[in-house]
């Protein structure tokens, strides 16, 4: 009767495991067809690209952008604050699987990220006090002047004034910079045509102005992935030229630079 009873609870333990294990195979199933959430990363402090609203949600151009290259691709995303600092290391260490922060390609940055085709045009423009007589770029190489840290004005002016001067004066963001400019902080900003105008049209600026500099050169945004992403680089391109062909991206552009024609490569 013992040995009996041994062998009935045996025959359970055996079914009940193999139920176990069933069960267990069907979660592994589930989650591995589970949609695949592609988490963004953008430095909210560049309006109007990208920056958080009242309800601290991320909203700007290049986060409308994203999110129709998405739509056209089925792809889920997650959009994550970053600074911009810090943005391209998130981005190699697997911590974010997309980047999207107003982003210039250079060779430079294509050396440990792969980037997207271009989706907006940009050049760098000088802003200082209204009374100025600064023309150019070059005409700031002795002066004090304000920039995103790590962005393509700090390469610029690393450049034109040496890697260790004392006169570049970086700030988190570019409306920093300026409010450095209107306080008397630095003698002349160095940043994006689009975030100055924005900047321009959307605060008390008596007493500044813009220059062009018609010799700097054009610049170009890009959507970055990690490096060898071949997939998602093409899944991202794929989207990209599918809004620019059914008038989606224009319809976007528009909505942020009203005074604008959209022009990319």
């Not at 359970?12 to 591995?32: Q, R, V, Y």
């Not at 699987?97 to 085709?117: A, C, H, N, Q, Y």
Request: with cysteine; charged share 25%; hydrophobic share 40%.
């Amino acid at each position: 009767m013992k040995i009996r009873l041994v062998k009935t609870a045996c025959v359970m333990l055996t079914i009940l495991a193999l139920a176990a294990c069933g069960k267990h195979s069907n979660t592994d199933t589930s989650s591995s067809t589970a949609e695949k959430e592609y988490v963004v990363g953008t430095g909210a402090t560049y309006a109007p690209f990208e920056s958080e609203n009242e309800q601290k949600e991320i909203v700007g151009f290049d986060i409308d952008v994203l999110k129709a290259i998405a739509a056209k691709e089925g792809m889920k995303l997650k959009f994550v604050n970053t600074p911009f600092d810090g943005i391209f290391t998130a981005l190699a260490q697997g911590d974010r699987d997309i980047i999207i922060s107003g982003l210039t390609i250079t060779d430079k940055r294509k050396e440990t990220v792969d980037f997207s085709d271009p989706y907006f045009e940009a050049a760098q423009v000088i802003v200082v006090p209204a009374g100025s007589t600064i023309q150019k770029i070059a005409d700031v190489k002795s002066l004090k002047v304000g920039v995103v840290q790590g962005s393509t004005a700090d390469d610029m002016m690393q450049k034109l004034q040496g890697d260790n001067s004392e006169n570049i004066k970086r700030f988190e963001f570019s409306s920093l910079a300026l409010k450095e400019l209107q306080s008397g902080g630095v003698s002349a900003v160095i940043a994006d045509n689009g975030v100055v105008a924005h900047y321009l049209a959307n605060n008390d600026t008596k007493g500044i102005k813009i220059v062009t500099d018609d010799t700097s050169p054009k610049e170009y945004y890009g959507i970055a992935v990690q490096k060898g992403n071949v997939a998602l680089q093409t899944k991202i391109n794929q989207g990209l030229a599918a809004i620019k062909a059914d008038g989606t991206y224009n319809k976007i552009f528009s909505t942020y630079f009203p005074a604008a024609t959209p022009t990319t490569k």
